[in-house]
């Protein structure tokens, strides 16, 4: 997947993300983080614990989709002027292989920006001592809204 | 949505259910459970705290899109004979309203069961002392695949 | 899959709806009418011919993909204020079984409206002398946009 | 989207694809065409014509989608061993921008092709004498079949 250049409308569009972050409670339980900011392009990485397991030992689909979520949200939030917010409209992850052990990590890029929609994909890997595979492919809608005045 | 009626045919299909979850440690992480078991028919609830929300105070979209997961899975897995596991293909979900405090409660049901392909639907809904709101609505593809021997 | 009420802002809806359909070359093309308009629900229809079939005599996804399209974008089109237009942002369809002969008929249905985003389902149905089969789902968000002044 | 290299089950898979293509009564109706064929990558085309358009003089969604389709499904059919038939199960379609005059190009890769699922992408390409836009992008599951002995 290429990237795509963008001019980001909020040229602090890193200390907006960085502040969001702070109060990133669930991408805390989660141990995300968020590994690369450019505009319109986002990284996020989890190191893989039995605490992101399902039954059989597999990395569990929820945290694919979470994952996919967050590196294509902020790699739209990335391009949007300030006072603006990033909302999911439709989140679709296909399932390509099971993940296990090492690194889970999303390189999500804004496809389209529109006035209001923005289109997402992702890749999703998993990296282990073997290599990267592409485990999940991520597709979005995502929406700006204006944020209420704080 | 309107129940199906389908019929096991792994009789037994609670108690291989309860078995698995022993071993679900993201659903623990995410202090998910399973509220109730029908043949095709799976409700997932969590009690809605801050470990589960976003930057803006609202329920995380993964946390959305797992629930789905969890609910349609198993689902789509109360109709398999015994021996037999259940993978997401695809799963879709559509962000309708945001979520915030009280339940988070996704309702699984199985649309189609083929001989490989479980075509599942949900509605996650959000229930507060105001009511009852759906908040997104689920689409999957599962696959039935045979587990390994243990 | 149960019908909403909705209360249309164009009370008109069903004069605009006709006059758009005078210039609806592909519709025609496909012989594809509707066959029911209400405020949030409409649904479509073709008799099925050999020209609607794929190379196993089934009927072509992309007809089943196009009244899909049809019923949810008409459905959610029957809900703006005048002067406005709608356009299909996101279009999910789940195959389920094959159709054959007699009628393929899709009922559209709004789920949610929102300012901008409508978001609809569709049951597409194979309707022959042995009965009705639910052959595919379809889902989608669309799009109201601002229709340039003629 | 970059090309991936496949080697073929079926070395005769053009043939096998020439031969289903002279009963595609639903792609004749719409003058589609394949433009080129290779191990799990498709072309197809269309000269966009006036029966091609909804009520604005663009480029109807279902044709969008049923190019999308036949690109993706071919790709997927052109892996498979002889006597095997492929059938869509899942179909997403995202539209970015309307298309309107010249051609309308769908270029379907396959992104993983498994035992029995075929995850398949496609960009739709609107080619001008102004240049190529990316008018869409398609996204699908496709699942191969045992075809009945003739």
Same mark, same amino acid.
């Given at each position: 997947m290429s990237k795509q250049l963008f001019i980001p409308k909020n040229k602090d569009f890193r200390l907006v993300i960085d502040s969001k972050l702070e109060r990133q409670f669930f991408m805390n339980l989660l141990k995300m983080r968020l590994t690369e900011i450019e505009p319109g392009y986002v990284t996020a990485q989890v190191d893989i614990e039995q605490i992101h397991e399902q039954? %059989?030992?597999f990395v569990h689909g929820g945290l694919t989709a979470t994952i996919a979520d967050v590196a294509m949200g902020f790699a739209a939030f990335s391009l949007v002027e300030a006072g603006k917010g990033m909302v999911t409209s439709k989140l679709d992850i296909a399932y390509l292989k099971p993940a296990k052990n090492g690194k889970l990590i999303a390189k999500g890029s804004v496809i389209k920006a529109?006035?209001?929609?923005?289109?997402?994909?992702?890749?999703?890997? %998993?990296?282990?001592?073997d290599g990267e595979t592409l485990v999940a492919r991520?597709?979005?809608?995502?929406?700006s809204i204006d944020l209420p005045k704080e």
């Amino acid at each position: 997947m290429s990237k795509q250049l963008f001019i980001p409308k909020n040229k602090d569009f890193r200390l907006v993300i960085d502040s969001k972050l702070e109060r990133q409670f669930f991408m805390n339980l989660l141990k995300m983080r968020l590994t690369e900011i450019e505009p319109g392009y986002v990284t996020a990485q989890v190191d893989i614990e039995q605490i992101h397991e399902q039954q %059989n030992g597999f990395v569990h689909g929820g945290l694919t989709a979470t994952i996919a979520d967050v590196a294509m949200g902020f790699a739209a939030f990335s391009l949007v002027e300030a006072g603006k917010g990033m909302v999911t409209s439709k989140l679709d992850i296909a399932y390509l292989k099971p993940a296990k052990n090492g690194k889970l990590i999303a390189k999500g890029s804004v496809i389209k920006a529109g006035n209001l929609l923005y289109y997402c994909e992702a890749d999703i890997l %998993n990296v282990t001592s073997d290599g990267e595979t592409l485990v999940a492919r991520g597709y979005a809608t995502m929406c700006s809204i204006d944020l209420p005045k704080e």
